[in-house]
């Protein structure tokens, strides 16, 4: 790769980054005048139109907790393969209500000290069960 493709594939990711992180209201960059602040106030302002646009989820049986980003790599797997409810089902949230999808936000969450992330079936799934329950 020649040197102009590497640092335009490398501005790409610097602008992807401050956009998530703006999102996600972390890591602002160090100035107002950083050649990123424009790009994390864009993901500021994409945060606060998903907040209004957002439908509240509301949470059902909690299934499990992780007390430390060790034991979430060490037994996620299994974790999730034995709970019995399907992926599309479950929320992780961690001790600060912030939501974790994949690696990287449990990581986050054992570096903001965010443990124990806990494991719940979706509200709006416990009622589904019970609708399909009924016509069965």
Avoid at 11 to 30: L, S, T, V, W
Avoid at 94 to 120: L, M, Q
Wanted: net charge negative.
């Amino acid at each position: 790769m020649t040197n102009t493709l590497t640092e335009q594939q490398n501005a790409r990711f610097a602008i992807d980054g401050a956009i998530e992180y703006g999102k996600q209201g972390i890591n602002k960059p160090p100035s107002a005048d950083h050649w990123l602040m424009e790009y994390w106030e864009i993901g500021r302002k994409l945060a606060q139109t998903a907040d209004k646009d957002a439908e509240p989820v509301q949470l059902g049986e909690l299934l499990f907790s992780f007390y430390s980003y060790t034991t979430w790599i060490n037994k996620a797997q299994g974790w999730f393969a034995n709970c019995g409810a399907p992926s599309r089902e479950i929320i992780c949230v961690d001790s600060t209500g912030r939501i974790c999808a994949w690696g990287e936000h449990f990581k986050d969450a054992d570096e903001r000290n965010a443990y124990p992330v806990n494991v719940y079936r979706i509200r709006a799934a416990i009622a589904q069960q019970s609708t399909d329950g009924k016509d069965a």
